[in-house]
């Protein structure tokens, strides 16, 4: 998808470069959708053994559709998130650059990867080009915008202002996980940030709850007895034990929602981008 052919375009193809400007998204969305979708097959048919169980047999078709297309399409599209991430690290790398020499040495290799990124990469990097009195010409007609930066020396004065971006973890419209999933642009909203801060903050803390000081109620009426999952997804007779307790689903489960919340985190640039 990333590589474009000189051969006549079908259907899907003529669709595909109309929507030149949003391949990056399309390509993040669907690698997500699909990878979902394949772990949920994986885990209904082959964890959770619904391919046998009478009661769940409705969803067997599903899952397997699931199963089968999430593979299917994250053969092909998996690859090509990598190549576009791999693009957009390239042009974030030069977009920090402060020098106007190492800017017109990287500017083909820059201007490269804004093509294959669409116009709001384009507009960044004329926004740079103006920062460095270069010259832009006719090649991109969209209106430059200041890019992103920790150097707030430049003139501001001929850039359109991007969202601000706070410091604090509430309210920040630039997390971890942002930057990670630069196509889920839904993640830059600090409301957005919030609800899931929130989701996964209640989440850990349940599943924390729950391994340490238990939540269910035993025989002698206290809520001191822990469900183990790990029990529970193998349909064990004995699927509750005293607290604390720890199986290996749970802490799991522990580990993938603290590391989820913490990537909501405002985004700190590493020491060796800043020098850049």
């Known amino acids: 998808m990333a590589r474009r052919g000189t051969r006549k375009l079908g259907l899907f193809g003529r669709w595909w470069e109309s ?9 993040t969305y669907s690698t997500i959708i699909s990878i979902a979708c394949l772990v949920w097959g994986f885990v209904f048919l082959f964890v959770l ?10 969803l067997v078709p599903w899952s397997w559709l699931a199963f089968v297309g999430g593979l299917v399409v994250a ?3 998996a690859p ?33 990867a804004a093509d294959m990124l669409g116009k709001a990469y384009q507009a960044r990097l004329m926004g740079l080009y103006q920062l460095h009195n270069i010259s832009i010409g006719k090649k991109y007609k969209v209106e430059s915008v200041r890019p992103i930066s ?7 004065e001929d850039f359109i202002e991007l969202p601000s971006v706070t410091d604090s973890w509430w309210s920040t419209s630039d997390s971890t996980l942002s930057k990670l999933l630069p196509g889920l642009r839904v993640l830059r909203n600090p409301m957005a940030n919030r609800g899931l801060i929130a989701g996964l903050l209640f989440t850990t803390l349940l599943l924390l709850s729950n ?3 238990g939540i269910f109620t035993g ?8 469900l183990d999952l790990t029990a529970s997804i193998h349909e064990m007779e004995r699927v509750y034990e005293s607290s604390p307790h720890y199986d290996v689903i749970s802490l799991l ?4 929602f603290a590391a989820l919340l913490w990537s909501t985190r405002p985004h700190v640039e590493s020491p060796a981008s800043e020098e850049e």
């Open 211 to 213: 391994s340490v000081f």
């Open 75 to 77: 053969f092909y599209v």
């Open 49 to 58: 053994g619904g391919h046998s169980d009478p009661e769940q047999q409705a």
């Open 253 to 256: 489960f522990i580990a993938v």
């Open 80 to 112: 090509e998130f990598f190549v576009y991430m791999g693009q957009r690290q390239i042009l974030e790398d030069i977009l920090l650059i402060d020098s106007r020499p190492e800017v017109l040495r990287r500017r083909k290799e820059a201007e490269d």
């Open 19 to 27: 929507q030149r400007d949003h391949h990056f998204q399309i390509i």
């Open 219 to 226: 025989a002698s009426g206290a809520r001191d007895h822990t």
């Open 150 to 156: 920790e150097d707030d020396s430049f003139d501001e």
